[in-house]
């Protein structure tokens, strides 16, 4: 790793660190329909998943089967895409739970709380699982900063940008689930969750084995995270903001 790839790794985790920090304030991604910037910025999230992530998962395939061993038998054969799969069911877990806590809480039947009043937020107990979820997911992503399968200044770019909007969009998700103790707690965690993740890679290292575990995990969130919004019908989602982010995106990254 070059000298020079430290620091911008650093002016990276600030970045990332400054979307949870800025994305309650931003009021022009208000609104029905779905804002162009947050399908945007959700295309060239799953353009880097699928494009740079995936690809990637087949390269660490080989590592990640020698640390689950020959216990697993032909479960080692597909092990990255077993860890991608609980990725995206461990996010979409706990998105049902958000939604159901809302529902309830709103009094009305347990739906997926798009029709739960706008300042009814979750519970307590739903808050703090998500929080706890999402700042370890933050954290690996501060962690991957200084650790990923590809390294180098460019690879380190497109990763912090395909985060930084990433982080745009599961923000604006928890600011709706959650409400005022998202905006007075809950990003504050999630800053100091990047930060933590990015400080422990610096004086850690782990196997690239674990690194494409945890790569392939990441990529399991993002998607499920980025399509939960996207995808219903009622969110009136922009699909030329969301096709245009992602082609786009995917043409840069093609150039790596």
């Known amino acids: 790793m070059t000298g020079v790839v430290p620091i911008l790794a650093t002016l990276a985790a600030v970045l990332l660190s400054a979307v949870h920090v800025v994305t309650p304030a931003l009021r022009f991604l208000d609104g029905s329909p779905r804002s162009v910037w947050l399908s945007a910025a959700g295309g060239v999230a799953v353009a880097y998943v699928f494009v740079h992530f995936l690809p990637e998962l087949a390269a660490g395939e080989t590592s990640v089967g020698r640390m689950a061993g020959d216990t697993l038998g032909g479960f080692s054969e ?49 808050f703090w699982i998500h929080m706890v979820s999402f700042g370890l997911y933050n954290g690996l992503v501060g962690y991957l900063l200084l650790h990923r399968e590809m390294t180098g200044p460019i690879s380190l770019a497109f990763f912090t940008v395909a985060m930084a909007l990433h ?22 965690l999630l800053v100091v969750a990047v930060l933590a993740g990015f400080v422990l890679g610096a004086i ?53």
């Open 78 to 126: 597909r092990h990255v895409y077993l860890i991608a799969l609980g990725g995206l069911m461990a996010f979409y877990g706990l998105d049902r739970l958000a939604k159901v806590d809302r529902s309830r809480r709103a009094g009305i039947p347990v739906t997926d709380a798009r029709d739960a009043p706008a300042e009814v937020g979750t519970g307590a107990g739903v």
């Open 167 to 188: 982080f745009v969009v599961t923000d604006y998700g928890l600011n709706e689930d959650h409400k005022a103790a998202y905006r007075t707690i809950g990003r504050w």
């Open 204 to 256: 850690t290292a782990v196997s690239d084995a674990a690194i494409a575990a945890l790569t392939t995990f990441l990529g399991g969130g993002v998607i499920l995270n980025v399509l939960k919004d996207e995808v219903p019908s009622e969110r009136q989602s922009r699909f030329w903001a969301f096709a245009l982010g992602g082609a786009g995106y995917s043409a840069l990254l093609l150039t790596l």
